[in-house]
């Protein structure tokens, strides 16, 4: 098999039919059947269910399908690499990111921009248990974790510590405590995120053990709705201190310190250990590194394996 042959699999298996398949490949629809053919027969297997219209893939097609996003996936970097080669001022860069990691990126990002606005830089959206999968899958260059993804392809750098807030409104009864316990939290009405991480779960349990009730009574989808809807007096939230920056300088929020909460996490920076990284991906490290030296603070960049 080819590539030209697996580009057109992949045209054939995202648009479900071989008609709309040959439209945008620009070719004959006898064309487009006939490689599908002739990959199926050097295969041995059947990819395209052909009792249905719709173009389903067999359990073959799925595995191949998964195989060819890959191998064009390389392709693509592979030219890219060469034109960066050529053109150093030229590039792009894809991060894997979740809403709560972004954060960090931020002013990483702005320097970044200040010092490289020629190299184009993308930030995806994902779900932080398939941020390891989109660097294996060559469909992201870096990512950001709030875990160690404990995976040997790939290499893990520290760049931000993070620690869970616990924060009320301004006219909140605790806004003038210097600390709380967690037992006075169990009347609270808790804001909470609807996205299940592994501190969710460090939390309740921690309320279990000191034998607290939790009521998490709204949960709402970001942290930016949360902020803004805990601001505006409506219960109380555990959050992620990088996300609550501006609403506590601005005295939006007030955050109080709760003896038996002090759940700190990692920031990492991860990359794949084996791959050559981008002219971008190497000039990203490079400002992380920098911005973690003249910020100092919670900002860092160590190897963590």
């Known amino acids: 098999m080819d590539l030209s042959q697996l580009e057109v699999f992949l045209t054939v298996a995202r648009e479900r ?3 709309r398949a040959a439209e945008k490949l620009y070719r004959t629809q006898s064309a487009v059947s006939q490689t599908i053919r ?3 027969e050097q295969i041995g297997e059947p990819l395209f269910d052909r009792s249905s219209r719709e173009g389903v893939l067999t359990d073959a ?3 191949l399908q998964e195989y060819a996003e890959k191998l064009l996936n390389l392709r693509n970097d592979a030219q890219e690499a060469l034109i960066e080669l050529r053109e150093l001022h030229a590039g792009k860069l894809v991060i894997a990111a979740n809403e709560f990691t972004a954060l960090y990126l931020l002013p990483v990002l702005a320097e970044f921009r200040r010092l490289h606005p020629m190299i184009k830089v993308t930030v995806q959206r994902s779900l932080a248990s398939h941020i390891p999968d989109d660097l294996l899958r060559h469909t992201a260059e870096m990512g950001v974790l709030s875990y160690d993804p404990q995976d040997p392809h790939l290499r893990s750098i520290v760049v931000y510590l993070d620690e869970l807030a616990f924060v009320v409104p301004p006219r909140h009864p605790l806004a003038s405590a210097h600390q709380a316990s967690i037992r006075q939290l169990g009347a609270e009405s808790f804001v909470a995120h609807n996205v299940p991480s592994p501190y969710r ?3 309740i349990q921690a309320f279990k053990r000191h034998k607290t009730p939790l009521h998490m009574d709204t949960e709402l989808p970001t942290l930016q709705a949360i902020t803004r809807f805990v ?3 409506n219960g109380v939230a555990l959050v ?3 996300s609550v ?3 506590l300088a601005r005295g939006e929020l007030v955050r109080i310190p709760v003896r038996e909460l002090r759940l700190q996490r990692k920031l990492r920076l991860i990359y794949r250990k084996e ?6 991906g190497r000039a990203f490290l490079k400002v992380a590194e920098a911005v973690a030296l003249e910020r100092g603070g919670r900002y860092r960049f160590q190897n963590d394996h």
């Open 61 to 63: 097609g799925r595995v």
């Open 38 to 40: 002739k990959l199926e």
């Open 231 to 233: 601001a505006t007096g």
């Open 17 to 19: 039919r071989f008609s």
């Open 201 to 203: 779960e460090k939390v």
């Open 245 to 247: 920056e501006n609403e």
């Open 240 to 242: 992620p201190e990088i």
């Open 275 to 280: 791959a050559s990284l981008s002219h971008a």
